[in-house]
């Protein structure tokens, strides 16, 4: 009997919840949503390409690629800059396409093209960002006061911003961002170009966002540890596609055992390295470019000194080994079959 | 529409002070009227003196053709502040923004309207000092203003939609410069147009910067034929108007190929 009464109210338990989940996802629309987006330039270049991905509000939402991978393409169609070819796109269940008008007024943006009229002082910038939104008047004095005690510019406020820094351009552009109080903030690469430094402050800022006002934030980057620190859930994206996605942890997660690195000491013919190794046959997803080596082992320990001695014996001469836990890196090199520093220079070229 | 006026305010309030802050901008826009008043005015003082030139004071001639010309230049050059706010992403930061899309245009256009404006008057006293009469001036200097200022409008608005769809400086620079010379001298800025070869004059009565000259000279002229005048700024307001349809073309095709 006792038994029985247990298992009833496990499973009234397991129904409520099950209500209150499906409640929940029901009003929670998502803060972005993209379904099936398409856009071609011309000459055929597939930017974007049945790209489809869903936010939930008030998380960090990352889109990892190398670059010209179609993430800035991405940005600009949610943004209203830029119309898809085909496919859909909502923010805050307002369609980009059909409301682009209600839609500027919900999103706040950082794009890579920095956005700061370098002729103004920050004051000017933020004053002028806000009547454009419609402010005005005391609200949008103190507000501009707000965001520039925030971002550490009201000593500067009154400068020229072509005499900023670089760090503080990029903070003018995130407090410009943020004028409008927008619900679903868009950073294009909000990190390039900027001094390890300056990056691991706007990284603070960014999480903070997040947190402490519950802002929608999707960011584009080509930073694996920016995506990794950063973004909640993220997908990586090459050539236009989505090829994983998931939290940081779970891709990571995916891999299993050890990714080695090995640095040869002179560049030799990628053939016999895969050769000397292979042959061993303890290591899997083997990748050689130029000098490195990289390679999954279930275990470092005991494949290391094997794959060492073989080296030797092919007269391939080491000059470093490094192990690590699986990395956002190791995950793309796995998902596009190219690591991901040779993809960002593909891009670029 | 109330917020396209106050959107364009405020975009032409941004683009004045920008200017202002460019003391080498505002030099040149002095400078170089200046120096063409003056040098030509020497250069060709004695062209009056040529039968059937129709004017017995060179500098008296030339002012409103210096206020003209200079409209047309910088009104030309206008495009570059375009590719400038191109390439930083403050265009792009606007559109993203519920700023009127029209305002971005009309509030390029003022701003030229009020530079023109003030660049003309200090043309106007520049030639007052060197010996310019106009014996019937107030109505006749307020046309002539005006007719700079339609004509300066309609080349602000091409240089504007040059810009934006080249999206290069150089090209702009290219294409500024390959319009602007000609158009000063297949008009009666510097000669009368009696004087001009024949099919010059058939050319001239196409451009619009001869169509500006011709309102501003023959309303400061005693006697002045204000059906010519007003002639010729119908012209130039259809031209504008023309001008204004074709930037707001070369907009649309920015966004639809962002």
Known sequence: ?349 | MTTTITHSWYMMQRQLRNLARQPAYIAFTIVSPAIYLLLFGALFKKVVDLPGFGADSYINFLTPGIVVMSALYSAGWSGMGVIQDLDRGVLDRFLVSPASRSALIIGRLTQMAVVTIIQSVIIIGLGLLVGARFPDGGIGLLALVLSAVLLAAPFGALSCAAALMARKEESVIAAVNFVLLPLTFLSSVFMSETLMPHWMQKVALFNPVNWSVQAGREALSSNADWSVVCTHLGYLVIFALVCAWLATQAFRSYQRSA
């Open chain 1, 1 to 349: 009997m006792s038994r029985n009464g247990a298992a009833v109210v496990l499973r009234e338990r397991s129904d409520a919840s099950g209500v209150a989940m499906t409640t929940n996802s029901s009003e929670q629309t998502p803060a972005i949503e993209a379904r099936n987006l398409v856009k071609t330039y011309r000459g055929d270049v597939h930017a974007v390409d049945d790209l489809s991905f869903a936010v939930q509000p008030g998380t960090i939402f990352g889109l990892l690629g190398p670059n010209g991978a179609g993430k800035s393409t991405t940005v600009k169609i949610l943004t209203t800059l830029s119309r898809p070819d085909s496919g859909e796109a909502r923010i805050t269940g307002i369609d980009v396409l059909r409301e682009p008008d209600r839609v500027r007024h919900v999103i706040g943006c950082v794009a890579q093209r920095s956005g700061v009229d370098l002729e103004a002082t920050a004051r000017e910038n933020l004053t002028l960002q806000g009547r454009v939104y419609g402010l005005g008047g005391a609200e949008l004095k103190s507000r501009v006061a707000e965001l520039l005690e925030r971002f550490g510019l009201t000593t500067a406020a009154d400068r020229v911003a072509s005499g900023y820094s670089g760090g503080m351009q990029r903070r003018l552009d995130i407090a410009m961002g943020l004028i409008h109080r927008p619900r679903v903030l868009f950073l294009d690469e909000p990190t390039t170009g900027l001094d390890p430094e300056v990056r691991a402050d706007t990284w603070r800022e960014i999480s903070r966002l997040a947190t402490d006002e519950g802002l929608t934030i999707l960011l584009t980057t080509h930073y694996l540890e920016e995506a990794d620190h950063l973004a909640q859930n993220l997908a990586i994206v090459d050539h236009g596609r989505i090829v994983a996605r998931g939290t940081p942890d779970q891709l990571k997660g995916e891999l299993h055992g050890d990714s080695i690195q090995i640095e040869l000491s002179e560049i030799s013919d990628s053939g016999s390295v895969q050769n000397a190794i292979e042959r061993l046959g303890i290591v899997r997803e083997l990748m050689v470019e130029g000098r490195t080596v990289r390679a999954r082992v279930d275990s470092s320990a005991t494949a290391i000194p094997a794959v060492l001695a073989a080296l030797d014996g092919a007269g391939l001469p080491v000059a470093s080994v490094l192990v690590s836990r699986p990395s956002l890196d190791d995950v793309y090199l796995r998902h596009t079959g190219r690591s991901f520093s040779e993809a960002d220079t593909e891009g670029v070229r």
